[in-house]
């Protein structure tokens, strides 16, 4: 395996958060709520809803449905990094819903996030949830189609692996990990390159949250050590990182959280 | 005519003996008897059917009847046909009076609580004796596959350590050769196309963590990992090796001939219950599709259930309203099958809300979430979990695992070890119970390495119950009343008395 740091980190970049001092406008046409609040769960009587308050508005991010949602629930006990954009759509829950709404939840625990409501006739879902709270009717809740076919043998492939804020693999990285696994098998892979990349998020208040310093290294040589262990043992590995965070602007920042996995065929 | 008659009545006495077996007699190593195709066995609450999907099985010279070790034991002491192919605590005392503590069943390897105590004093045989737990007695820290060693993400301390293992100086974690013991209840031998399968779930990286896969040594296909408590063996063959080696104390190995004859018999052999003491038959032509083992041998492997086309255990519909009659008896059999269909949508349908429970709250559905038992014993036919299925629900970890309270009013004295993990700097915490957890077996941790795998168990097929007490990996729920109890105490599910009762009555019907 070849590895190396593509930049260095500058002394001002530690993990964690930094003022910047003044806020900013986040721009763009659609008005951005970035901010880090403790959850709260909300009951119905179908489905709960997942909720967080911010500068006095209570937002909507979710609803429980299944491990096939494009949005996974967060966790009480924790704080949630929450990257929204203001939808117009109706209340859900009581809350202004936030859509698209990416959630990451903050690894620490907190104790203070332990609010659960009970249902409420005011708030029942005016809509049918993808998901029932018990056994499903038959389907999954969200149907993500079949992966994407391999790209034809002769051609280079590069595929993103995202991450939620600070995370390494989980529970929603199987789908892209065996896509990159199978392709590699396909095109008999000669290399495969992983760049990990090191985000930042840009709040509403105006502060900056980046990722930790060593992120990027990790989720490159972790990617590495997950494709050889699943026995991608043939191609040359040329693993990179950046150390140097993404500039955040608080515009689909979550993007920078990422490593991009090139796959070169024999 | 009388004649006929007679014969008659012979034929369907010698049918019934042969239908209802009426025995639990122990299965010795080289007993030598057939198995048949079909047996059915006693239990407290009824019958378990015992199913040869390739018919009756010559036991002479099998490995798995055989003992084929230096110890005595066979594969079947500790997976007794009429134990659900497991062992129950209440065979193994009664293996202990018939045999003094001979059977080769106590032996020091794994029978006692430690090697090195008195073999002919049950207090060193406690564990298994109460709770129906074998010593398992894992390297530290963990191996890859392939031997190499596993930097763990945690450090480990025995705080509490009765049977001594932990801290014996030859046997323990300071020892020549650093090991952890643990103690656990052996799973069953059967229905294993379902604990084996290929099918939703399994892929080259594991559905809850991205990690990969362990693969079939000899296929290289991913496996569904759900076989052993820790998953630390895939396959039924490895399974078998590492059993022969640790429990059986082979000298050498086992050939490929024995490995085939075992895993062919594992492959076939299905168990369920038959029979109810309330409820009757449970495998009448017309009856419920979920029940015995024929309805396992015709299932679908693999496949997750759902409220249309695959509920987890099918009922179609029956038994949910019986008629009364002027007789007592069908009114009070037709009574406890109502109570086995309301067992059922306890366990389907019945919300409650599913908190702090690893590798399920943490996989993408929210914590808590608001679901039901068949939310994690989600797979047709067997109840477990269709993916890689290690869980935490608290049967190990503190603070949910039972514990002897220590006061000065209390004579009892816990049994089990309680080790103490420190995730290491620079490793996220545990989501759920932070960076130091005490639990009294780490479970999948003990393999992996993972802080975030600290107790968390592979979760058990559900067939055969009545049969097989104690439950959990651990033994601590001795009833399925107390297994029920522990459910409703730790997700505080505030379940009816008549609830709680369906669902054993459920339970053990399966």
């Known amino acids: 395996m070849h590895a190396h740091r593509l930049t260095r980190g500058g002394a001002w970049l530690v993990a964690g958060w930094l003022a910047s001092g003044a806020a900013v406008s986040l721009g763009g046409e659609e008005p951005r709520k970035n901010f880090v609040s403790c959850p709260i769960i909300r009951d119905t009587a179908s489905v709960p809803c997942w909720l967080a308050e911010y500068e006095g508005e209570l937002y909507f991010l979710t609803l429980q449905s299944d491990v096939t949602a494009p949005v996974t629930p967060p966790w009480l006990g924790h704080r949630v990094l929450v990257e929204g954009t203001v939808s117009a759509e109706p209340r859900i829950c009581g809350g202004v819903v936030l859509k698209p709404v990416h959630l990451s939840v903050i690894a620490e625990p907190d104790a203070s996030c332990n609010t659960m409501l009970p249902a409420e006739a005011r708030y029942n879902l005016t809509f049918e949830p993808p998901r029932p709270p018990g056994p499903s009717k038959g389907r999954l809740a969200f149907d993500n189609g079949p992966s994407a076919p391999p790209a034809p043998t002769s051609s280079t492939r590069a595929f993103v692996v995202p991450y939620d804020f600070d995370g390494l693999v989980g529970f929603n990285h199987a789908r892209v990990l065996t896509e990159i696994l199978d392709f590699a098998r396909a095109v008999n892979a000669a290399e495969v390159e992983i760049e990990g990349y090191r985000g930042a998020a840009r709040l509403s208040n105006g502060q900056t949250m980046v990722e930790d310093a060593t992120i990027g290294k990790r989720r490159a040589e972790q990617v590495a050590m997950l494709l050889q262990g699943a026995n991608l043992k043939s191609p040359s590995y040329k693993v990179r990182w950046h150390d140097e965070p993404a500039s955040a602007t608080g515009i689909d920042d979550y993007l920078s959280r990422r490593a991009v996995v090139t796959v070169r065929p024999r | ?510």
């Open chain 2, 1 to 510: 005519m009388a004649g006929l008659a007679l014969c008659g009545c012979l034929l369907l006495a010698l049918a019934a003996q042969a239908a209802s077996g009426a025995s639990r007699a122990w299965w010795a190593p080289g007993q030598g008897t057939p198995l048949p195709a079909f047996t059915a066995y006693d239990n407290e609450q009824g019958q378990l059917g015992l199913l040869n999907a390739s018919g009756e099985l010559d036991t002479r010279g099998h490995p798995f009847f055989e003992a084929i070790g230096t110890n005595g034991r066979a594969c079947v002491t500790c997976h007794q046909p009429a134990d659900a192919m497991t062992l129950s605590v209440r065979s193994i005392r009664e293996r202990w009076t018939a045999t003094s503590g001979k059977d080769p069943l106590f032996a020091a390897v794994d029978g006692m609580n430690c090697p090195n105590l008195p073999a002919d004093d049950p207090r060193s045989h406690s564990l298994l004796l109460d709770r129906g737990l074998f010593r398992i007695a894992l390297p530290w820290p963990p191996r890859n596959a392939d031997g190499t060693r596993i930097d763990p993400e945690f450090t480990i301390e025995a705080v509490r350590d009765p049977s001594g293992c932990n801290t014996n100086a030859a046997y323990g974690l300071q020892s020549a050769n650093p090991t952890i013991s643990v103690f656990r209840r052996p799973r069953p031998v059967a229905n294993t196309k379902y604990t084996t399968h290929q099918n939703f779930g399994v892929g080259p990286f594991i559905g809850k963590n991205g990690m990969p896969s362990a693969t079939d040594p000899v296929t290289g296909r991913p496996t569904s990992m759900n076989l052993m408590a820790d998953a630390r063996t895939p396959t039924l063959a490895t399974q078998a090796e590492d059993a022969a080696r640790n429990h059986l104390q082979i000298t050498g190995t086992l050939s490929a001939a024995q490995l085939a004859r075992i895993t062919e018999f594992e492959r076939q052999v299905y168990v369920a219950q038959v029979s109810s003491t309330g409820a009757g038959s449970l495998v009448e032509p017309d009856g419920p599709p979920a029940f015995g083992p024929r309805n396992l041998l015709a299932g679908d492997a693999g496949v997750l259930g759902n409220n249309t086309t695959r509920y987890v255990f099918p009922l179609a519909g029956k038994w949910v309203q019986l008629p009364r009659t002027n007789n007592e008896a069908d009114n009070a059999r037709n009574a406890a099958r109502e109570s086995i269909a309301r067992g059922h949508d306890v366990f389907m349908f019945r919300t409650f809300w599913i908190k702090d429970s690893m590798h399920l709250n943490s996989v993408g559905l929210g914590n808590p979430v608001k679901r039901t038992c068949a939310t994690c014993h989600g797979m047709h036919m067997t109840g477990m979990d269709t993916a890689n299925g290690w869980m935490d629900i608290g049967t190990t970890n503190l603070p949910w695992a039972s514990e002897v309270p220590l006061n000065p009013w209390n004579d009892a004295k816990p049994q089990m070890p309680l080790f103490r993990i420190t995730c290491k700097p620079g490793v996220k915490p545990h989501p759920f119970l932070g960076r130091v957890i005490y639990t009294q077996d780490p479970g999948r941790a003990l393999i992996s390495g993972q802080c975030n795998d600290v107790g968390t168990i592979v979760m058990e097929q559900f067939r055969g119950l009545a049969a097989r007490a104690p439950y959990f990996s651990n033994g601590s729920a001795a009833t399925l009343r107390e297994l029920v109890d522990f459910y409703d105490r730790r997700y505080n599910i505030g379940y009816s008395e008549l609830e709680k009762q369906d669902l054993v009555n459920f339970l053990g019907a399966l």
